[in-house]
Every structure is written in C-alpha cells, then in structure tokens.
C-alpha cells in the first residue's frame, strides 16, 4: 500500500515536465538573425531598415549589401628564425658514379734520376755458321781413339770451331752440311768417325793398299744448340794412318749451316 502512494507522488512531479519541457539555453533563430542583421558600418543611417518577414533570405550574412574581406594570416619567418646548429656527421657515401672523358695530357714532367743497372741480357746469336779447317803433317794413330786436330784455317766464322780441340760447336741450332776428305797412306788401314758429341754418326774407311788414295765422305745432320762435331781415328791390329805434308794440304774438314731451326 505504501509502495502504491510513493509512484503516485512521483507521477505528479514527472508530469509538469513533459507539458512544460526543460528550460534550455538556445536561443530562436530569429533572433540570431535579428542580432546578424543588427550589424552595420560607421557610415550608414542610424535609421534600422525595415526586414521583410516574406523573404528569409534577407536573414543570411551572405546576402550583404557589402563584401566582407577576407583575412589571411602572414607569420615572418626571419623572426622564428634560431641560431645556427652545429655541424652534423657526415652521411653514407654514394654509388661511384659514370667514369667521365679522359682529361687533357698534362705538361711534361722533371727527369727523374739514373736507374740501376740491369741484369746482362743474352749474347748476340749469329744466324750464320760455317767453318772449313785442313792439316799438313801425317797422322799415325797410337791409342785406340783419337782426336783429329787441325793446324790450318780457311774459313772459321764468328770461332765456333775449337783449333785447339779439334771440335766445332754449334751455337746456332739448325741443318749442318760437313764434308771430310783424307789421303790414305800405302799398305795401311784408314778408319775414321765423324763423331756428334760422343755417338759415331758415319765413317770413313779405306783397306790397305799398296796405292794411296784420296778419301772423302759428307753428311748432313740436324743440329741442336751445344751439340760438338769432330772427328775421331780408330786403331785396331793393323795400323791406322792418314797421309800429308808441309807442301800440300791432303786432310780437310768443313761444315755450314743450311738452315736455321725455327724457335
């Protein structure tokens, strides 16, 4: 029963708000307009002009009789403008760019001083070999080999034949002519090799005979560069044995070079 009584008081004290409505602070949109309106220059009459209810465009500022200006701001930069800061770090380096044409030749410059001197270079080599040798004593073999030196030059270019030896070197490597030619001696065996370094390459062989002859024999061999040529006598059981004398020369040796080798 209480209960009953409190909601109808409650009823009675809710209800004046919905007839009434809430107060509120808005005000009517005329009278914005009026106080829009209400607005006028230092120059027009004092007199307020009579508003035409009919027309409400007559209410909105943008129907002035005037333009109002427009207003832009302007900051100066120069007085917001600090002090200068300090330097920063350097950035990361860029991509190397395209290689630019190439400058101008620059002026000559000072000479510079005396270099060093060099190793030695090798010796000159002569494209040209020949020799042509000859003996006037005679010749008896006494130990089973033996060397034939030569006592007569005709014809020895640039020395590569050793007088003293007996042996041409070859210091051009190529194709080599050489010529050998004896006189055999009466009743005595002739038994001799032309000898490339220490290989028999041919042999030049007379029997004994009561009549001396004229021997010779040639040959022609592919050289390389330090191969020696000479010539050896070979003493078997008989005699071996060439002739000459002071007069004349019987015994010569003599070789050239045909060709050289293509390095």
């Known amino acids: 029963m209480e209960a009953t009584r409190m909601q109808v ?17 808005e005000s009517h949109p ?24 009919a027309n409400p465009s007559t209410s909105s500022p943008h129907s002035l009789p005037y333009s109002v200006p427009e207003v832009r701001p302007y900051i100066n930069i120069t007085i917001l403008k600090g002090d200068k800061g300090d330097r920063g770090l350097p950035g ?11 400058g101008e030749r620059g002026p000559q410059g000072s000479k510079g001083s005396k270099g060093q ?13 020949a020799f042509s040798v000859g003996r006037r004593k005679a ?21 590569h034949f050793d007088m003293f030896k007996g042996k041409f070197y070859c210091y051009v490597a190529g194709l080599y002519f050489f010529s050998l030619n004896v006189h055999t001696w009466n009743f005595k065996e ?35 560069e ?15 044995a060439i002739y000459s004398d002071d007069v004349d020369i019987y015994i010569t040796f003599s070789g050239y070079l045909i060709k050289p080798s293509l390095e």
């Not at 008081?9 to 602070?25: I, Q, R, Y």
């Not at 010749?139 to 033996?146: A, F, I, K, M």
């Not at 330090?226 to 071996?240: A, H, P």
């Open 9 to 25: 008081h409650l009823a009675f004290l809710v209800l004046p708000l919905f007839v009434l409505g809430a107060p509120t602070d």
């Open 30 to 53: 005329q009278e914005v307009s009026a106080t829009l309106s209400s607005c006028r220059r230092c120059c027009d009459s004092m007199e307020t002009p009579e508003r035409s209810e």
């Open 92 to 102: 990361i380096p860029g991509k190397w760019g395209k290689e630019g044409p190439p």
């Open 117 to 129: 001197m060099g190793a030695p270079g090798d010796p000159c080599k002569h494209q040209y070999a």
């Open 139 to 159: 010749l008896h073999s006494s130990e089973g080999y033996q060397p034939l030196i030569f006592d007569t030059v005709f014809v020895n270019l640039y020395s």
């Open 190 to 224: 002739t038994y001799m090799h032309v000898m490339r370094n220490d290989r028999e390459e041919v042999i030049l062989y007379a029997q004994p005979s009561d009549r001396s002859i004229m021997q010779s024999q040639s040959l022609m061999l592919e050289l390389r």
């Open 226 to 240: 330090n191969d020696e040529i000479w010539v050896r006598l070979y003493k078997r059981e008989r005699d071996n």
